[in-house]
């Protein structure tokens, strides 16, 4: 499919960033070191921690063991984000974990990674966050939605899936109101705690590791339970990887967006945890079903609305980012030929996966049908983790498997291997704990498998399907004014060699020669002619500016 360039001065010096910026139709490089940050805090902060932080509570028996598992949950994660970093700076492609599920367990891995994104793993809390946001907008508390509240769901739904559609600059900018909007709320929470504390109001901390009111011992054998379930609050730092393609100098932009963000999580989340049990006792926390909102009736006054604000702000602010996120991860699939190809185009004018972004309305929309959304969640939260460990279980495989390629990050080796082994622990603990959501869970991952084979390995398809398949993409790419994106060295900081070796650049400035084999980011079985982004030479260019 020919390419499309924008008007202007086509002969410049292609070889100038600049002019490909101006020129090319891409995803344009804009967010830096606060946007990212933004980004990090925006998707893991949402609803969680205003609403029901009681999980981790429940589970472990004690104030004590509960502020340490909060703590525990941070630091463990952070590992998990670094892993990630090492792994988006060595291998620069927009998709994130799919790409590197792509290049290390094979097409058919990553391709069930974008199923169960597409069947509840993405699309499921985008839904719930919108009634969360929804339910607090119309004022009320019910933990089962009206048609009402649905009905709002849908149009915060739109508002963003739009937004994300028209404007990278707008939804960054969003995302960084959100950010500051939901940190600020955090802080009001956390002030007013604090000056309990002051006043002398410690006596949730008194014993702190001795069992709470109702419970006769600290809950030991409950401790995995509640660990996965503050891992769980931190959720979202995946995300970033996914969007490489448009962070400006990502070899040093992401590890210090990532390594301060989570390190800002982690504090705010402690700090909010203490701020509770000084305005709650640890039994009206337990009773409590929006915690948020009990703290603001106890401690703020006329001024309790600061807190429905803050989870509003929380909620819209992490759909905003996970909107954002899982189009580049949609855009990445398509452009490997595992999702439709129109879904891998750009709009020519505003530079955005438009297709892409558009796609998560219809299903997140789908999934505002559902009567409950938390049971399709819950049995696909295993393989989230699977995948997560598989992820992460990478980066040791690429340590030995292309030893010089260029890490401008790494990680000590211990921390992804590590991160892995919990992770792969979660499953086995899921799949105990809950045999019978296990399975239902694995058969929904399973039933991908199909339309893997019948979608992506099935070339020869009857000539009247691909006739169709051409003429609506034809259509679509008119109606939305999408092109196929052109890529460029500048653009990448990468090449694509003119044999079939695998060719690096190393930290000594040396192209290194792997040998012939396939090619890391191509295959013979892709679908389309449109420009893929082929990426195996790489260069200093980028890493140094």
Known sequence: MATARRRGNSQSDSNTPQNDTNDAVVLRRELGIFDCFS?????????GIFVSPKGVLVHT???????????????FSCFGALSYVELATSIPLAGGDYAFLLHSYGRLAAFLRLWTMI????????????????????????????????????????AFCFLNSWSVVMSKKVQNICTVGKILGLVVIILTGFSHLASGKTSSFENAF?????????????FPVAFFSGVFAFSGWQCLPQITEEIVNPARTMPIAVSLAMAAVTFIYLLTAVAYLAVLSPTEILQSDAIAMTFGEKALGAYWWLMPLSVVLSCVGSINGSVFSTARSFFAGSREGQLPVILGMVHIHRQTPLPAAALSLPLCLAMLMVDDIYILINYLSFSRWLFIGMTCSAVPYFRWKFPHIYRPFKVPLVVPILFALCAFGSVVLSAGSDPAAFYVGLGLTVAG??????????????RCFNSVMCWLTWFLQKMFLVVSTEMSTSQTGLDQ??????????????????????????????????????????????HEA
């Open 449 to 462: 498998l199909p339309v893997y084979l019948l979608g992506v390995r099935w070339k020869r398809k009857p």
């Open 119 to 158: 069947v509840a793993v993405r699309t499921g809390p985008l839904a719930l966050l919108s009634l969360t946001a929804a339910t607090y907008i119309v004022g009320g508390r019910a933990s089962c939605a009206p048609s009402s509240v649905r009905i709002v769901a849908a149009c915060i739904l739109g």
């Open 497 to 542: 060699p003119s044999s079939g070796d695998l060719q690096y650049r190393s930290r000594r400035d040396e192209t290194v020669t792997l040998g012939p084999r396939e090619p890391l980011l191509t295959d013979d079985d892709r679908v389309g002619s449109q420009e893929r982004l082929l990426m195996h030479h790489y260069s200093d260019s980028e």
């Open 39 to 47: 980004m990090v805090v925006g998707i893991i902060i949402g609803s």
């Open 210 to 222: 001795q069992p709470i009111e109702g419970s006769k011992t600290v809950l030991w054998s409950q």
């Open 61 to 75: 028996g004690s104030v004590g063991w509960f502020l340490v598992m909060w703590l525990f949950s941070g630091v």
